[in-house]
């Protein structure tokens, strides 16, 4: 007898996914190794099967089945996974609505959320308590507060009483813009529940981003007097502002506090401690933090890498800067327009412009890929700091490498020829950008009137040259002066 195919580990995820939503063994999703498995490909083929052969999903099981995408982040698999339950005669109820309103607050997306609140409505599915939080929490996070408070007002109507996520949500909002009167009034007005620390922490941020320290140092004793222990979050909160004010002896009391407490500090914590003493020039400290954190298991994030290379161009040390340049590149990180800036700055600083030409072979020397980015970076800021000859230099480098300038390159150089009287060399860089279709966006318009505001009068010459060239389209040009 011949011994039985071994299945591949996609028809046995096939084989679990089926059975999950078709007899409904739903707690199986809730095993994490089934969870990172799940694809779009694995999921449609169960329900296309099932569509074929007349079986219906298992409507628990679809809205668990939903859930774990969204718990996942794989919001667009979501929506293909719902208009498939439907298709296949899944009728949705509370519970299913109340996931895919959940996914649109994780996606930030308003308008599929209403549209659901819609649908809900013509099927005759009530919201719950849960439904209306998440509403608000949605309007509150973008800031649409009035439409969050609607919603609160719809909640009471429908006899369904407010929560303190309700009110926390609702706070959450205006504190984040510093509207602390309505978020007071908000604390005041609750009912029918008690502040948590949640409730608490809001406030204390808030109060820390509208500078008044004072009163968000009193909150958290009253915090306290109220049997509610501050958490990392409000101590992050706090923490931030002591280092803003330069108040590095209260920022060490704090953390004295914190391991008192055993409040472990996160990434936020490390972050702004270290951006702190990059400020200062207090690289030792800076570094220690960093360790640390590596050696409490914490995982060094692009805000690390860009405060420290700020502080190393600042003091200078740039064997230190572009070491850990390269370290973040290698990490998977892309720098910025501001952290190439730092370095270009710090060497133009000491008159070292050759370091900054040498910069795309010291990249290829530690096996770093250089494209059209850096190249971009270091020109355009050799360009603002009017060292045109430098840019040059880098310019023909690329050309060298055959890496293909791009708009913004022809862009930073034309109107550094432009300010610097080379008319003949505009002209040529021009005819150029035409010949390559390479075009001014409507974000290189923006981004080039935000770096040389100070020079209206040459940036609307150097404009009407684009636009007489079919380099720009004019209505760009005249959309954003009236909008300006």
Known sequence: ???????????????????????????????????????????????????????????????VLLHSLVKDRLISMVWKVYKKMIKAGVVPNIHTYNVLIHAC????????????????????????????????????????????????????????????????????????????????????????????????????????????LEEALRLCKVMKSKGLYPGVVTYNSILRKFCQEGRMRDTNKLLNEMSQKNVEPDNVTCNTLIDAYCKIGDMLSAVKVKNRMLASGLKVDAFTYKALIHGFCMVPEMDSAKDLLFNMLDAGFCPSYCTYTWIIDAYCNRGNEEAVTKLPDEFVSKGIIVDVSLYRALIRRLCKRERLDCAEKVYSLMQEKGILADSVVFTSLTYAYLKAGKSSVVSRMLDEMFKRRLMVTRKIYRSFNALYASESDILCLFWNHMVERGLMSKTVMMTEMQQT
Request: hydrophobic share 40%.
């Open 1 to 63: 007898m011949a011994a039985p195919v071994p299945l591949t580990v996609e028809t046995q995820l096939i084989q679990s996914l089926f059975a999950i939503v078709l007899k409904g063994h739903w707690s199986h999703l809730l095993n994490p190794k089934l969870g990172s498995c799940l694809t779009s490909s694995a999921i449609h083929q169960v329900l296309e099967h099932m569509r074929v052969h007349g079986l219906k999903p298992h409507l628990h099981a679809c809205t």
């Open 105 to 212: 607050c994780k996606s930030g997306d308003i308008e599929k959320a209403e549209g659901l609140v819609s649908e809900m409505e013509l099927r005759c599915v009530f919201p719950d308590l849960f439904t209306f939080n998440t509403l608000i929490s949605l309007y509150s996070k973008r800031g649409m507060h009035y439409e969050a408070l609607c919603v609160q007002s719809r909640m009471e109507l429908a006899g369904v009483s407010p929560d303190m996520v309700t009110y926390n949500s609702l706070m959450y909002g205006f504190c984040r813009e510093g509207r602390m009167t309505e978020a007071v009034k908000l604390f005041r007005d609750i009912k029918g529940c008690v502040p948590n620390h949640i409730t608490y922490t809001t406030l204390i941020d808030g109060y820390c981003r509208v500078n008044d």
